[in-house]
């Protein structure tokens, strides 16, 4: 059983993303490269294509990697990163007011284990957090990760 200390530590780290600041790149793209403190780079993209079902509106794949990896990298900040990762995602919502959003997490290689991993359980979480009331979130698990589909509540379309 977790102490109260474990899940205030927790709830602090996630409290405190990394300073970073969402700037559009192009047309359809957005971008955040930020610092981490040993000295790695966070870098967390977000393009813009033709939803496949609704070619009226944008989908938005919601991308990051930590100095060029998108893999676990076991450097210890991980939950602080993923709150950097949501703070840009609040962001670009207040920005956007985007129809369509998708984020994946690639299964561990390593860990003989179905179902959901703990990384995609805490980005699932995490995500639905990030996006609040005004959004649907659905999600996709397969052998090799999870896509997590996001549509503003209201939206035609199934699901």
């Given at each position: 059983?977790?102490?109260?200390?474990?899940?205030?530590?927790l709830?602090?780290?996630?409290?405190?993303?990394?300073?970073?600041?969402?700037?559009?790149?192009?047309?359809?793209?957005?971008?955040?490269?930020?610092?981490?403190?040993?000295?790695?780079?966070?870098?967390?993209?977000?393009?813009?294509?033709?939803?496949?079902?609704?070619d009226?509106?944008?989908?938005?794949?919601?991308?990051?990697?930590?100095?060029?990896?998108?893999?676990?990298?076991?450097?210890?900040?991980?939950?602080?990163?993923?709150?950097?990762?949501?703070?840009?995602?609040?962001?670009?919502?207040?920005?956007?007011?985007?129809?369509?959003?998708?984020?994946?997490?690639?299964?561990?290689?390593?860990?003989?284990?179905?179902g959901?991993?703990?990384?995609?359980?805490?980005?699932?979480?995490?995500?639905?957090?990030?996006?609040?009331?005004?959004?649907?979130?659905?999600?996709?698990?397969?052998?090799?990760?999870?896509?997590?589909?996001?549509?503003?509540?209201?939206?035609?379309?199934?699901?």
């Open positions: 059983m977790k102490k109260f200390t474990e899940f205030t530590e709830q602090e780290t996630l409290n405190n993303p990394y300073p970073a600041v969402l700037k559009k790149d192009g047309r359809q793209g957005y971008r955040s490269t930020v610092e981490l403190d040993d000295g790695g780079k966070l870098n967390i993209n977000i393009e813009g294509d033709e939803h496949i079902d609704d009226d509106y944008i989908d938005w794949e919601i991308s990051f990697e930590r100095n060029g990896e998108q893999k676990v990298t076991g450097e210890g900040d991980a939950l602080r990163i993923m709150a950097t990762v949501m703070k840009m995602i609040t962001q670009f919502i207040k920005m956007e007011n985007p129809k369509y959003m998708h984020l994946s997490a690639a299964k561990d290689k390593n860990v003989k284990k179905t959901l991993q703990g990384r995609e359980r805490l980005y699932g979480r995490l995500v639905k957090k990030a996006v609040g009331n005004k959004y649907r979130v659905h999600s996709d698990t397969d052998s090799s990760g999870t896509i997590w589909y996001i549509k503003r509540k209201g939206a035609p379309g199934a699901w």
